[in-house]
C-alpha cells in the first residue's frame, strides 16, 4: 500500500508515521529527514538547501522531486511505503503520480494555535530522529532520547518566525492538494487534535 501524509507542519505526521511504518512493515519516508540528512552529511544537496530549510521555505520542486524518485526507485519500496511530507506542491503531485500509484492520502488536521505549540515545544533526538515535546510527549529524562539516550535539540526551524513562514507556505501552496486527492477519491481527514495514541488508531482504521 502507498500512503501519503498530509498536513501542517507540527500536526504529528512524522509522529504518526514513525508507528504505522512498524504496523504495516512498509518503510517511512520523509522528505524533510532525508533533506535534514543531507544538511548534516554537508554534501552538495545540503549546503544548496540548509538555508531554505532554517527559513521554512520548499526546496524547489525539480530538486525534491528528483530525491524522491530515487528514493521510491530503491527495493525496499516494493510492498509499499508511507510518504511524509511529499507531495507539497501541485507540481510534486503530478510528477508522483506519473512515477507511483497513490492508495490513501492520510490528511491530518489541527488548528494554528496547537499546531504553533506543538512545534515551539518539540525536541527532536540528535541520534535517531525520534520527537518529543517538553509538555505533551515529554521524554522520561529532561533532555534525553527515551529510544536511544541521544541528546535531544531544537530544530532551526521551529523557532517561530520560521513556524510562521512555514504555515503560510503550508496554506498557500500545499493546503490545496487536499483537493485534488479528494477528487481522486483518495483523501482520508483525520481530526490530529487529540492524544497520539488516539489519532494513530483512527488512522489505523482508515488504512485497513
Ligand atoms: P518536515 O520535516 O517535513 O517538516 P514539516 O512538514 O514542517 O513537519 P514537521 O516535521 O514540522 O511536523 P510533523 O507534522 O511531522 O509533526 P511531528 O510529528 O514532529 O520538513 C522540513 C522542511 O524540509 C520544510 O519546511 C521544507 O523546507 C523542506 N521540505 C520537506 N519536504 C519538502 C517538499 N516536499 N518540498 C519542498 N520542501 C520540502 O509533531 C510535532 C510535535 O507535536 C512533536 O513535538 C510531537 O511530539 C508533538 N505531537 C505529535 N502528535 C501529537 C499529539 N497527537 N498530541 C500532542 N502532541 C503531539
Redesign the pocket.
Known sequence: MNVIFL?P????????ASKITKELKIPHI????L?RAAIKAENDLGLKIKS??EA????PDEV?IEVVKRRLDESDTNDGYIL??????PA?AEALGKFSTVDKVID?SLNDEELIK??S???VCKSCGN???VD??PPKKDGICDDCGGELYTRK?DQIDSIKN?LEVYYSQTEPLKAYYKELGSLCPID?S???SE?LKSVLEVLK
Do not use: N, Y
Not at 507542519?9 to 504518526?16: C, L
Not at 511524509?84 to 506542491?89: E, I, M, Q
Open positions: 498536513g507542519p507540527g500536526s504529528g505526521k512524522g509522529t504518526i520523509s522528505t524533510g529527514d533533506f531554505i530549510i521554512g521555505d520548499l526546496v525534491t511524509d511530507g511529499f507531495p507539497r506542491t510534486q491530518l506543538r512545534l515545544g518539540r525536541r520527537s518529543f515535546h505533551f510527549v526551524d512555514r490530529a487529540p492524544a497520539p489519532v
